[in-house]
C-alpha cells in the first residue's frame, strides 16, 4: 500500500497560505491535514470552517481535506464541515459519547470517517467501530500544538491497529499525527502506517525541500 506525507497547516504561513499551498500541490501532495481547535477539547484555538471553504473553492480539488477535529461534540458541526468542503472529517473518541454513531452519520453524509485516539487513550476502546471508520488517527503528541515531542509508545497502537485491519480484514487507513520529524520518519514508516501528518517538520524553513527529504524516506520504508 502506498504512503503519503499530510502535511499540517497549522504551521503554514498563514500570511502567505495561498504561496504556502501552491507549493504543496507543485510537490504532488494529496492528504492535507486540516487541525481544528475549539478551546474546549484542547487549550489552544486554530482555525475553522471558513478558512476550510476558502481552501476547497481555490485549491481545484488538488487535495483531499483530512480534516482532524479537536472539537467538543463534533458530532454538531457535521454539515458545516461537509458544506465546507471536508472529505475525510477525523473525530476525536474522548469528544463524545457515541462515536460509532457520529461516525455513521458523517459516512451518510458522503464524507470519509476518521476516530483519533489520545496518546492516554487505551486504543482497545475503539475497536467496535474498526469496522466502519475508515481512517484511524494515533496522537503521537498531546493534541493541540505543533512543535512538540513524539510520544514512542504510541507506535504500539500502529502495529496494533495493522494486526487487527488483517485479522479482520478491516479497510481502515492508519494515520499518525504529531512530532514526526526527518529523524523518526522512517520507524513510523515501518511501524505500519499508511499517512504520516508533519506540520514543523514541513513549514520551517525550506518547504520544498522538506517534503523531499520527508517523501524521499517515506516511499523507501
Ligand atoms: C496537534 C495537531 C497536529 C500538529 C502536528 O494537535 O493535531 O496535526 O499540527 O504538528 P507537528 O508535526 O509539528 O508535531
Ligand atoms: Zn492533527
Known sequence: MNKYLAPSLLSANFYNLKDDLNVLSDENIKYLHLDVMDGMFVPNISFGIPVINSIKKHTNESFILDTHLMVERPERYIMDFKNAGADILTIHK?????????????????????????????????????????????????????????????????VYLNEMREKNNHKYLIEIDGGINIENVEKVCKAGVDIVVAGSAVFKNDIRKNIMQLNNIINEA
Not at 98 to 108: A, M, R
Not at 139 to 146: L, W
Open 94 to 158: 474522548e469528544a463524545t459519547i457515541d462515536f460509532c454513531e457520529v461516525l455513521s452519520i458523517i459516512k451518510e453524509q458522503g464524507m470519509k470517517a476518521g476516530i483519533s485516539v489520545n496518546p492516554e487513550t487505551d486504543i482497545k476502546t475503539i475497536d467496535e467501530c474498526l469496522g466502519i471508520a475508515d481512517l484511524v488517527l494515533v496522537m503521537s503528541v498531546h493534541p493541540g500544538f505543533g512543535g512538540q515531542k513524539f510520544i514512542e509508545e504510541t507506535l504500539e497502537k500502529v
